[in-house]
């Protein structure tokens, strides 16, 4: 059973353009390169048509794949965000109480990560610890090495 996709109202917008993307120029592609295979002679023995054939199986579960998550996303709405209290779609500013290290970053929907730009999960471990706390409470972050991390929350914004 799928579970339910969190989607910030932009993440929203570029999955439906992948979508878009995918069924209409990326299907047409693909179907001139099997057209272009059948063109070849006998596709009993012709791999260029077996692998374009291949290729149009992975771009309609991929497509399918992506309906799915549209058709299941939540989207989180800018307005219900508040500053009080974590949540998907924050801005979080922590500062390790080990190292005095700050950082920041914004709390989305797994299908939205991007570590670059400092946007985490909210079922990473630190999206998790920080999910539902409210300023200047410390949470603890369980990490592969060593012992956990006290992370203390010192600014919580609307991210979106």
């Given amino acids: 059973m799928p579970r339910d996709v969190i989607l910030t109202p932009e993440g929203l917008v570029k999955l439906k353009d992948e979508l878009a993307h995918l069924q209409t120029d ?3 592609q693909v179907a001139d390169r099997i057209k272009e295979a059948r063109e070849f002679g006998d596709i009993s023995e012709n791999s260029e048509y077996d692998d374009a ?3 149009q199986a992975m771009l309609e579960a991929k497509i ?4 799915e998550r549209v058709r299941s996303a939540t989207v989180v709405n800018p307005e219900d965000l508040s ?3 974590v949540g998907v779609g924050s801005t979080v500013h ?4 080990k190292t005095g290290k700050s950082q920041k970053f914004t ?3 797994s299908a939205e990560v991007q570590p670059g730009e400092n946007k985490i999960s909210n079922e990473s471990p630190v999206g998790r610890a920080v999910l539902g706390h409210k300023r200047n409470d410390t949470v603890s972050v369980q990490v592969p090495k060593g012992p956990a991390r006290k992370l203390k929350i010192t600014k919580i914004d609307v991210g979106l």
């Fill in 83 to 85: 500053s009080d209290v």
């Fill in 53 to 55: 054939k291949n290729e």
């Fill in 107 to 109: 709390i989305v929907g």
């Fill in 26 to 28: 990326r299907r047409r």
């Fill in 94 to 97: 922590v500062k390790d109480e």
């Fill in 64 to 67: 399918a794949q992506l309906e």
